[in-house]
Nanobody, 121 residues
């Protein structure tokens, strides 16, 4: 079983910055993709940013140039640096790990519990 624990959410004024962290645990051998998704009230969950184990990244158009995703593969951690935050960035942010290989399983997909980010105008 793979567990993901996010931290770093909170309340920030528009134009400010936050850094989210996510730690994966559970006898992990490798993680192919680590990503951040978000879900605002009344909206569907959407991809914010993703990063493969070899460094390929993908960003939602709405966050390009403002957000940056990074990983520490040795520690099974992923980070999301969010700059120039806007009120429309307000959402619950979820960490996601895709195609995880553990000592017992392959192809595991896991989600964190989410962390609230609120940007005030």
């Amino acid at each position: 079983q793979v567990q993901l624990v996010e931290s770093g959410g909170g309340l920030v004024q528009a134009g400010g910055s936050l850094r989210l962290s996510c730690a994966a645990s559970g006898s992990i051998i490798s993680i192919n993709v680590m990503a951040w998704y978000r879900q605002a009230p009344g909206k569907q969950r959407e991809l914010v940013a993703a990063r493969t184990s070899n460094g390929i990244t993908n960003y939602a158009d709405s966050v390009k140039g403002r957000f940056s995703i990074s990983r520490d593969n040795a520690k099974n951690m992923v980070y999301l640096q969010m700059n120039s935050l806007k009120p429309e960035d307000t959402a619950v942010y979820y960490c996601n790990a895709q195609n995880v290989r553990t000592i017992l399983q392959t192809g595991v997909n896991s989600w964190g519990q989410g962390t609230q980010v609120t940007v005030s105008s």
